[in-house]
């Protein structure tokens, strides 16, 4: 069991490595390769070699489903290729590289310690995680030898013999508990190599293995929205197809391959890479049809924003700060598209006197705050994890958004919808035509930098983050002249509602105000690439240039 344990925390520092040193590179890649089901395949392939995890890559490509970014389809062939991924780790891993241990332990431990926070500390990570993975299958192979001699262990292993079905059922539960199936993979090899487990045994615990590994990223998903958890069961549905295909026959086949003079670990492993092989062969064909079935058996779902609550904050994810930060910006994103109903909402209600709507977009704002308070305290524990610098930088990033998006959400609460309310209980008259006309010029752009403010929070775009600022100085120009429309009204119309002026001017102030938090995403994106120096002052400039021409 303390080399299980080894074994896990030797993965689960590979993938660590990875992600804080590579992460955004494997993000891109895996949200960029996606235009077609054998792209995507050998994508999902290559990125699980990487993480060394085919559970990751699932939750990322169920995030990626969520956000619309990759269809069920694509998303499926993403999962094949993370199964076969995992082969060919297994592959490398079933070579005797056990002198390699104390070698990659003690450069790992040095360049971890020693060095600045960066990538070269993610790198004596990696090292130090595939020294202990090396480690912990050496310390399995010596604790596993005595149980060949073991009356008790040989009669369980005759008995799994004897019950194949079983076999599968023992080893899909271990790899469930253990969320790795290249862990149990990995466990299965070495007590092969131990001549514990006859080939018949060892080859439904892989087949099992096979199936324990797909259940993990589908528990995970389970309070997920219907397109985030397609991908999951479609993959579970590929693994229990083909080991309800492959069972039959697992007798003839070891019967068949003991013939060839084959060491057991390479056997199991070769055993595990065909089978997966096979299965894309299979089911790659096959993807549209099984994207079809899993969208009868998990429909789209009408939202209402009263029952909205987050649902993707897993802390099992943890282990893989890359997935978890992705479930916090999973959850901002819901949580800001509620915040631009109740921006929606608010207009119309101003615009029809619906003091109904009004009231009921206030109390969307406790929807808000709830997503708000649970992503605060997700990315507060996620905090005390070990977290690389561009995984901390990450964090704040989504920390900060939120909270400008929980202020935005009480701007619109107590300013704007207050506003309404007491325009409706003091005064049946109605803005001007004019009034009305500078809202709504205003009202526009801010809605659209809300979908662009969403966009550069989850792609970090540069060109797109200018634009938010650019728009930001466009919107100030506009606010400025509404409010000089408005005095200048105010001149000539004295009998003009004071109330009905004072809500006009607070609207364009409040509009200001969410404008402005929108487009604070942009700032740390543009100061990280040098740009936002030279952006100020390219503004700083043509504003004095404009004053100077309106005073001349």
């Keep these: 069991m303390g080399g299980v344990a080894l074994l896990l925390w030797g993965l689960r520092m590979v993938r660590i490595g990875i992600t804080d040193a590579w992460g955004s590179e494997v993000r891109t890649a895996l949200g960029a390769s996606l235009s077609n089901r054998y ?67 003690a450069i790992g431990v040095a360049m971890f310690t020693y060095s600045d926070a960066g990538r070269t500390r993610d790198i004596g990570r990696l090292a130090l995680g595939i020294g202990m993975m090396l480690l912990s299958l050496k310390l399995i192979l010596a604790a596993s030898l005595p149980m060949r001699e073991s009356q008790i262990v040989q009669e369980i292993f005759v008995s799994l013999g004897n019950d194949l079905v079983l076999a599968v059922i023992v080893a899909a539960i271990v790899a469930w508990l253990a969320h790795s199936s290249l862990a149990t993979v990995l466990l299965i090899i070495t007590l092969a190599s131990s001549e514990v487990l006859e080939p018949s045994v060892a080859f439904a615990f892989v087949l099992g293995a096979n199936i324990g590994g797909a259940i993990p990223p589908f528990v995970a998903t389970l309070g997920a ?227 662009l403010s969403l966009s550069v929070f989850t792609s970090g775009d540069i060109g797109m983050a200018r634009q938010l600022l650019a728009k930001k100085y466009q919107f100030r120009k506009r606010e400025k002249q509404a409010v000089v429309n408005h005095l200048n009204k105010l001149r000539e119309d004295v009998t003009y509602n004071p109330k009905l002026s004072a809500l006009q001017l607070d609207v364009l102030r409040d509009l200001k105000r969410i404008n402005s938090h929108l487009t604070s995403v942009a700032y740390p994106i543009l100061e990280a690439a040098g740009q936002l120096r030279s952006r100020l002052k390219n503004t700083e400039t043509s504003e004095t240039t404009e004053t100077s021409e309106a005073k001349s």
């Design 39 to 105: 792209k995507a395949f050998f994508t999902g392939l290559g990125v699980t070699v990487l993480l060394q995890s085919s559970s990751a890559t699932a939750l990322l490509t169920s995030s990626f489903s969520s956000q619309g970014i990759i269809t069920t389809g694509p998303a499926l062939a993403v999962l094949l290729g993370a199964d076969v991924g995992t082969t060919l780790v297994a592959q490398i891993l079933t070579f005797d590289l056990s002198a390699l241990s104390p070698f990659l332990i």
């Design 225 to 451: 929205s219907s397109s985030a958890r397609r991908p999951p069961l479609g993959n579970l549905i590929f693994r229990v197809c083909g080991v309800l295909l492959v069972a039959p026959w697992l007798g003839n086949l070891s019967g068949w391959v003991i013939q060839f003079d084959i060491s057991s670990p390479r056997l199991i492993a070769s055993f595990h890479m065909f089978f997966n092989i096979a299965l894309a062969i299979l089911f790659l064909p096959m993807i549209n049809r099984m994207s079809k079935l899993t969208h009868r058996l998990l429909p789209d779902e009408e939202e209402e924003s009263d029952d909205l609550k987050p649902m993707h904050l897993d802390k099992s994810a943890f282990e893989t700060p890359l997935v978890a930060l992705l479930n916090a910006e999973r959850e901002v994103l819901r949580m800001g598209e509620v915040v631009e109903r109740m921006f929606r909402n608010t207009f119309i209600a101003l615009k029809k006197n619906d003091v109904a709507l009004a009231k009921k977009t206030r109390k969307m704002d406790q929807v808000a705050n709830l997503f708000y308070d649970e992503v605060k305290l997700y990315l507060t524990k996620l905090g005390r994890e070990t977290l690389g610098e561009k995984e901390s930088l990450r964090c704040n990033e989504i920390m900060n958004f939120a909270t400008d998006l929980e202020h935005i959400g009480d701007i619109i609460s107590v300013d704007l919808i207050d506003g309404i309310l007491r325009k409706k209980i003091v005064t049946r008259q109605k803005m001007s035509l004019h009034d009305r006309e500078d809202i709504n010029a205003l009202y526009q752009p801010v809605l659209l930098s809300f979908n």
